[in-house]
């Protein structure tokens, strides 16, 4: 039986509908991390509290996802209930890399039955997941040297950044 994984289908075993999904990391994932990284917290703690605390409950939706790339450490634990869904989270090595903008990783991430199937696409970096919505040295408080205007500061940015990578 040839199914198409990407377009879904029903497992005639199980009746269990199969699909693998594709995401990328987006804008609030890359805020997400962000905010995690400048906290400083490096253990476990329950992301989505964390979030409503500093009321930035907007950016619930994805951070969760990016244990696909490596990015955060989900704790492995159960609830009274027996579901694995307890909500805490911790930032990694490369987590702390990709925020500081030293660390590339693939575009995508393939998912099929909530378990990474691959990672695919062309490298990227966190400027590059935060598009052009926000200016990752205003929101990491970085302001290269002898920068007087916004403009001076990208194109300075861009060479300490391509500096970086070696």
Known sequence: MNQDIDAGYTCPCCG??????????NTSMALTLI???????????????WLEQ????????DYHKLRF???LEK??????????RNGYYKITERGLMFAENKLYVPEKALILN???????????????ALKDK???????NIIPAGAKTDKEAKEKTKIIQSNLFY
């Open 16 to 25: 269990q509908f199969v699909k693998r999904y594709c995401r990328k990391i």
């Open 35 to 49: 905010a995690i990284y400048q906290s400083k917290k490096r253990d476990f703690f329950h992301v989505e509290n």
């Open 54 to 61: 500093i009321n930035r409950p907007s950016l619930r939706a």
């Open 69 to 71: 790339w490596g990015l």
């Open 75 to 84: 704790k492995v634990a159960q609830r009274e209930d027996g579901s694995n």
């Open 114 to 128: 909530n378990k990474l199937h691959s990672l695919e696409g062309k490298e990227i970096t966190i400027v590059d």
């Open 134 to 140: 926000f200016n990752y040295s205003e929101l990491m």
